[in-house]
């Protein structure tokens, strides 16, 4: 990971949500397809813009769905996309010298 990456850490149900939600542009597709499985999750190095415009596909995304169980997985998806968001220095403000 670098400074200018977050780690994100999907299950396969997640990220199977996040491509067909969270509309990735090819190249960040193909980074969610080829992540490396570890324990079972899926482990890559996003940078936090494509992380934020995920969450927003995914709630513009949301506004069409009826399925409360479908909803309740994709407001759990956002949930586990915001914290990897977070984890970056660079979108928490701070400065790393």
């Given at each position: 990971m670098t400074?200018?990456?977050s780690e994100l850490q999907l299950t396969a149900r997640?990220?199977?949500l996040a491509l067909k939600y969270g509309y990735p542009f090819p190249e960040q597709e193909e980074q969610l397809r080829n992540s490396q499985v570890?324990?079972?999750m899926h482990v890559?190095?996003?940078d936090p813009y494509w992380i934020s415009t995920w969450i927003a596909d995914l709630?513009?995304?949301a506004k069409k769905i009826r399925s409360q169980?479908?909803?309740?997985?994709l407001d759990a998806l956002c949930d586990v996309l915001e914290t990897a968001e977070q984890?970056?220095?660079?979108v928490r403000g701070l400065v790393l010298e």
């Open positions: 400074e200018d990456t997640e990220l199977k570890i324990n079972g890559a190095h996003i709630v513009r995304s169980g479908l909803l309740e997985e984890q970056n220095p660079r």
